[in-house]
């Protein structure tokens, strides 16, 4: 929410209250009924489904200035999925009131707010096709890929020329999660993409060799930006 300004700054302020949650917490459970917008002022929150087996499938991590619980835009609809505190969080609520009352006041907090939802929509249609489309190595690279976008911090010093280090600890059993796969076959794909170059870990930091895990994809005829 860096870009409303002062005045929206404020107005937000007036109406909603502030939550601090750890890691773990749940924020709201599928088929609850929607009460709250939630704006995520620090930390990340995974949003998930149970599939019918009990396995968990991740359909978004979300950061700072993200927004989740938008099914408040109508009073009868209950959530459809999952969300939990991935990393502790600082996050603003806003009663159904008060989140119209925000609308009606400063439009741009809506475009903040479209925009948001949008970025989600996007990211997920990409995750379903991934799902569909690809063999597992492919479908992890993508994510490797898109988690590079999303998390990814370039710091040649340390990292090297091109590569990236992801600014959120993701277990193999999270990423997983993520592309529909047991945690042993990740295991095994990315120790395939360590003795090929494409990866490495410095401690728990995943750090992701962007240009030849680029040219890996492109090997395999997946284009980098699809």
Known sequence: FEGLGCDAVRKLGEVVVEKRLDSGATIFSANE????????REGRVKLFRITEDGRENVVALLGPGDVLG????DEDLTHSVFAQVFESSFLYMLTRSGFFRLLTDDPRIMVTIVNSIGRRLAAQARSI?????????????????????????????KTGAGAVELTVNLTHQDMANMIAMCRQTVTSLINRFKQAGLLQYRGKTLIVNLPRLKEYLAQHGVAADS
């Open 70 to 73: 938008e099914f408040i835009f």
């Open 129 to 157: 096709e991934n799902l569909s489309t690809y063999a597992v190595d492919l479908r992890l690279g993508k994510l490797l890929l898109s988690l590079a976008s999303e998390f990814g911090s370039s710091n040649p010093s």
């Open 33 to 40: 009924k929607a009460e709250y917008v939630y704006l995520i």
